[in-house]
């Protein structure tokens, strides 16, 4: 089992930024693919950010690049999400999730653990 907190969620205005961050319980966090995901209200779960286990690898959902940095930091079991110039569309809870399958999976099903959540409102 590997337990996931989100958080650094919060009101921004338009324009803004802000950063996530995501701990992770278990020690063998390094061995694991971690991904971030968001869920605006009323639309599906959509993928926003991967990153492989030794952070050397990362990939990004079309609308988030050039805005948003995934990274992490091993040695604190805690990935991170870099996000600026938001936009009011940017408002959404933003998951992090954790997994063992191979390449950096944007495909919410491929992650086997879930954090909660935390609320990103971006305000125009």
């Known amino acids: 089992q590997v337990q996931l907190v989100e958080s650094g969620g919060g009101l921004v205005q338009a324009g803004g930024s802000l950063r996530l961050s995501c701990a992770a319980s278990?020690?063998?966090?390094?061995?694991?693919?971690m991904g971030w995901f968001r869920r605006a209200p009323g639309k599906e779960r959509e993928f926003v950010a991967a990153?492989?286990?030794?952070?050397?690898?990362?990939t990004y959902a079309d609308s988030m690049k050039g805005r948003f940095t995934i990274s992490r930091d091993n040695a604190k079991n805690t990935v991170y999400l870099q996000m600026n110039s938001l936009k009011a569309d940017d408002t959404a809870v933003y998951y992090c999730?954790?997994?063992?399958?191979?390449?950096?999976?944007?495909?919410?099903?491929?992650?086997?653990?879930w954090g909660q959540g935390t609320q990103v409102t971006v305000s125009s």
């Open positions: 990153i492989s286990w030794n952070g050397g690898t990362t």
């Open positions: 278990r020690r063998t966090f390094s061995t694991y693919t």
């Open positions: 999730a954790a997994t063992l399958s191979a390449g950096l999976p944007g495909i919410g099903n491929r992650y086997n653990y």
